[in-house]
């Protein structure tokens, strides 16, 4: 499939990172690394080079045109700043067609809806244009924000996984949610 996605909200523009995006891709890193550690694995300081951002942009662009995974940055309508990201990623086809969904807001973003207007947009290609039946999003259980976007999203709980992922260098518990496409 392989496809390009460039979608369009109220606040954002929503699209797979060029060559070009690699300092705002650096910028967003660095300024947003306090605040999305807690919730993510731990990086290495390359993560936080120049030379890691066009890296990591050259595999994104090659898991889209394998149809293996979709990250996603979410700008500005001006495209000038990242405002979050998200990633449909492990994407299966044959009689399974989901895919994971990950997610993280800039700490001047949160709290303004940015995520749930980005998802939204998101939920409706991966739903539509992929053709995907099932979005399945995990979260810590001490992290309300996710929980309740979650919900407010329409996915359900279906499960509780102890020491699920390896989260800023701790086991972590996970509560397992899924959201299923509405016509399907």
């Not at 207007?117 to 995907?132: D, H, N």
Request: proline share 4%; hydrophobic share 40%.
């Amino acid at each position: 499939m392989g496809v390009s996605p460039r979608l369009h909200t109220e606040r954002t523009c929503i699209r797979l990172a060029g060559e070009a995006d690699a300092p705002a891709l650096l910028r967003h890193r660095v300024a947003n690394r306090a605040h999305l550690s807690p919730w993510e694995p731990l990086r290495e300081e390359a993560f936080y080079t120049l030379e890691h951002c066009l890296q990591s942009i050259a595999e994104v662009r090659e898991h889209a045109r394998l149809d293996r995974g979709y990250p996603l940055l979410v700008f500005d309508r001006e495209e000038t700043e990242i405002l979050a990201t998200f990633t449909l990623a492990n994407v299966v086809r044959g009689a399974f067609q989901a895919c994971h969904l990950g997610y993280g807001v800039a700490a001047r973003a949160q709290g303004q809806g940015i995520m749930h207007e980005a998802l939204q947009a998101g939920l409706a290609w991966a739903f539509g244009e992929l053709g995907l039946h099932r979005v399945m999003a995990n979260h810590m259980p001490r992290n309300e924000r996710s929980a309740r976007l979650l919900a407010r999203l329409g996915f359900e709980r279906e499960g509780y996984a102890k020491r699920y992922l390896q989260i800023a260098g701790v086991w972590e518990d996970h509560v397992l949610t899924a959201r299923i496409r509405p016509d399907g």
